[in-house]
């Protein structure tokens, strides 16, 4: 029993700080850790200095362009890259659809899409949630039907995230309704300027327009762009979801939102003294802070029991479901720590350049819609209830 | 990093795990924790026979272990059995003695089993906080004798010699003035009045009235403060434990009763519950493995890791104990049912050492110090 990172492991994260100083624009960091609006072209910004580095697709092993690392080593890699206020990596891509292609794609679809991937050609999103399929996934009803070389695909995708942005969409399309539900679904590639294909934005209550909904209208997609086999998408779909969970308990950026919690509550008053120093403040700061704690250590345990980074589904689900209820709270406790300045909400302070001149604390701006926009954590990637009959059925193997 | 203990400690772990299991079902350990004495010297013999002891205390000190993983594996074993005999008092006075040095029979003869040494130090007013000693010591160099009550000391009766704080100097609430002191169980003006614990075997209030003692330390809190350290890493891998044995027995219960013709874990309700049962106790391992891994580290990690852990296992504890017994409905209520005691044990651990609140300003008052 050691809960010590090797000397190696050690020199290594000393090797991801020193590129994190030298090579993460403090433009972008400062960004990220104020809570300001990133654009695409930040995100692209950020994902092509990683790639320079080989570094992008931390996940993937190096025949396809990863860095080959062990699961301490993404795992240090993502928590540095958190405390340093790095912009998130777009995950639908390098660690959604890039080990579904390993796995699954033809040698042709791995040649043609995985350096696309590295090099940020294409911007995918995911194809999955409709309408009537969100938990209930599988009774997806977007269909696609074979004319010759094509699929003609109807339907409809929602809660399509950055879609806006995107070249490409992978998405579940249900080919065959014999049979169970799950055994007629495929798994497709579509170029999002195929003609019938029309985005719009859903605004979030934060104002945001994050997602959207995507229309199919008599598309026609190459029949070589189907991944694997017709009708089995759903194991794909399913193997997709349980690949890359070593990040899932985002144990990293929630480190880095409690310093910033734990900053704002040394700064605000109550009483005369810091709120830091307030019992009941302090008392629900320390209730998440050793949550997070006792987290670090439970992520660390399903990282090294796991092989390839694919821990059993009932662990991967306790992950998702304390990691974005830690996260959660301590976006709810930094609301909370605003006192009545979390209700001003001028939305242009969030870009850029802004200069106009704050309201309240300078820090005050993003971090109530900061809270709302993080109530999707519990929601999306499998709601947290569906996660927590993933963990009883899985233990109770009924 | 890694999440496996050392072949020696497994093997102690399969060692200590076959002989309860096969020594100390259920049906004995209710039998020796309702007997008189509240605990068995035939079972603590042989037990300490099998090294259980010596694993608690390092090489130097005459055993062969000592560490925060080797006490988990012993107590992750006792808890899984709902062992009554006293390991944690013999852990607890054996640290401090080898702490405070000088001692080496005694200690080798508590290592041994032949001698059992408690731990007494908290009061009825103490409430958890290490520095609230009212009990007094008087007079100095060769003769001490000491005034004062010590409250719900575990088998306590048991005792042939006893470890007792009291003040030197200071008043209550100083970590200044605190000393350890040595005495016998026969010793003059000692009076015990023994009990029975709600979770099984017995304790004790101590009350001292002018009792010769022999000094063991006068500058005793960091002491009091590492040795209770190494109680909360007993007790929080004995309450996981417990917790194990409950998810175990709640996930068969869910599987095989039924009602309105299907198994009751086919049921959104109580899958739910039982999932944040789960997830809960994986929380709480992790905070005791936690604890373990600094208790011998430096103090504010230590002591954070401590409280964090005790704390966690406040908490968690409770909600596996009430859950388990909900789950299972009527029968969970029921003294036939281990689980019912099983629960007690969970619950009263919480009562040991510092409950989830007074750990959790613990916790605080030391982040903000460090």
């Known amino acids: 029993m050691d809960l010590r990172f090797t000397p190696e492991e ?54 396809h362009g990863g860095p080959g690392w062990s699961v301490a080593q993404a795992h240090i890699f993502d928590i540095e890259t958190a405390l340093a206020h790095a912009p998130r990596i777009i995950p639908f891509g390098v660690s959604m659809l890039g080990p579904v292609l390993m796995k699954y794609g033809s040698d042709a679809q791995k040649k043609h899409w995985l350096p696309r991937i590295l090099d940020g050609t294409d911007w995918w999103c995911q194809g999955y949630s409709e309408p009537g399929a969100g938990s209930d996934l599988a009774s997806l009803k977007t269909s696609a039907v074979r004319d010759g070389d094509h699929y003609v695909v109807n339907g409809q995708k929602t809660w399509t995230t950055l879609g806006q942005y995107a070249d490409m969409i992978f998405c579940l399309v249900r080919t065959s309704t014999e049979g169970k539900k799950q055994e007629g679904i495929s798994f497709l590639l579509i170029d999002m300027k195929t003609p019938g294909i029309e985005v719009r934005p859903i605004i979030l209550l934060d104002g945001e327009h994050e997602v959207n909904e995507v229309f199919f209208t008599d598309v026609r997609v190459p029949v070589e762009n189907l991944v694997g086999e017709e009708n089995k998408g759903w194991t794909y779909a399913k193997y997709l979801l349980t690949y890359e969970r070593s990040n899932i308990a985002g144990v990293g950026s929630s480190m880095a939102a409690l310093d910033h919690l734990k900053r704002i509550a040394a700064t605000q008053r109550k009483g005369g003294r810091p709120l830091a120093e307030n019992p009941l403040f302090a008392a629900r700061i320390a209730r998440v802070e050793i949550d997070l704690e006792n987290m670090k250590t439970t992520n660390l345990r399903v990282l090294a029991a796991a092989t390839h980074g694919a821990p059993p589904l009932e662990q991967g689900a306790m992950l998702k479901i304390r990691g974005t209820e830690i996260r959660q709270e301590i976006t709810s406790l930094t609301r909370r720590a605003l006192g009545p300045y979390a209700q001003p909400f001028v939305s242009e302070a969030l870009d850029e350049g802004y200069n106009g001149e704050p309201v309240g604390p300078d820090y005050a701006a993003p971090v109530a819609a900061d809270y709302f926009n993080n109530r999707k954590l519990s929601i999306f990637g499998g709601s947290n209830e569906v996660q927590r009959e993933i963990i009883t059925k899985a233990l109770l193997e009924l | 990093m890694d999440f496996h203990h050392s072949a020696d400690r497994q093997m102690l772990a399969d060692t200590l795990g076959r002989y309860l299991q096969q020594r100390y079902p259920i049906e004995t350990r209710h039998r020796i924790g309702a007997s008189d004495a509240g605990w068995s010297r035939e079972q603590w013999t042989a037990l300490a026979g099998l090294g259980v002891v010596g694993a608690l205390f390092a090489e130097a000190s005459g055993g062969f272990g000592g560490t925060g993983f080797d006490i988990a594996v012993v107590f ?11 390991f944690l008092g013999t852990l607890m006075a054996g640290r401090a003695l080898a702490r405070a040095g000088g001692h080496e029979t005694l200690l080798g003869e508590a290592i041994a089993g032949t001698t059992l040494v408690a731990f007494a130090h908290e009061e009825p007013q103490s409430r958890y906080d290490l520095a609230e000693v009212e009990t007094r010591a008087a007079g100095s160099g060769d003769g001490w004798t000491l005034t004062g009550h010590k409250a719900v000391v575990p088998q306590v009766e048991a005792a042939d010699r006893i470890l007792v704080s009291a003040r030197i100097a200071g008043a209550p609430g100083d970590e ?45 809190y960091p002491l009091i403060e590492e040795t209770v350290a190494a109680g909360i890493v007993a007790l929080a891998l004995e309450a996981v434990a417990v917790m194990d044995v409950l998810k175990a027995a ?33 929380q709480a391992r992790s905070a005791a493995i936690n604890a373990a891994d600094a208790l011998d580290g430096d103090r504010t990690k230590r002591e954070r890791a401590v409280s964090a852990a005790k704390y966690t296992i406040g908490r968690a504890g409770t909600l596996a104990a009430e859950e388990a017994i909900q789950m299972h409905g009527g029968i969970g209520m029921t003294w036939e049912l281990p689980l019912s005691h099983f629960a007690k044990r969970l619950t009263m651990i919480g009562h040991q050492l510092g409950d989830e609140d007074h750990h959790l300003g613990r916790y605080i008052a030391l982040g903000r110090a460090a």
């Open chain 2, 250 to 282: 709640t996930l068969d219960y869910l599987r095989t009763r039924k009602q309105f013709g299907v198994p009751i874990g086919k049921f959104q309700a109580l899958q739910h519950r039982m999932a944040t049962v789960a997830l809960e106790i994986e």
């Open chain 2, 76 to 86: 992750e074993q006792l808890g899984r059995a709902l062992v009554v005999e006293p």
């Open chain 1, 10 to 63: 050690e020199a290594f994260r000393t090797e991801v700080r020193t590129f994190l100083q030298d090579k993460l624009p403090a433009r972008l960091a400062d960004k990220v850790r104020t809570g300001k609006r990133l654009t695409k072209q930040d995100l692209e910004e950020w994902h092509a200095i990683l790639n320079a580095r080989g570094w992008f697709a931390h996940h993937w092993p190096k025949d």
């Open chain 2, 176 to 220: 200044a003035g605190i000393g350890l002191f040595l005495v016998d169980r026969a010793a003059p003006g000692l009076a015990i009045r023994g009990y029975p614990l709600i979770d099984g075997g017995r304790g004790g209030e101590l009350a001292l009235e002018a009792t010769p003692a022999t000094l063991i330390s006068d500058d005793a």
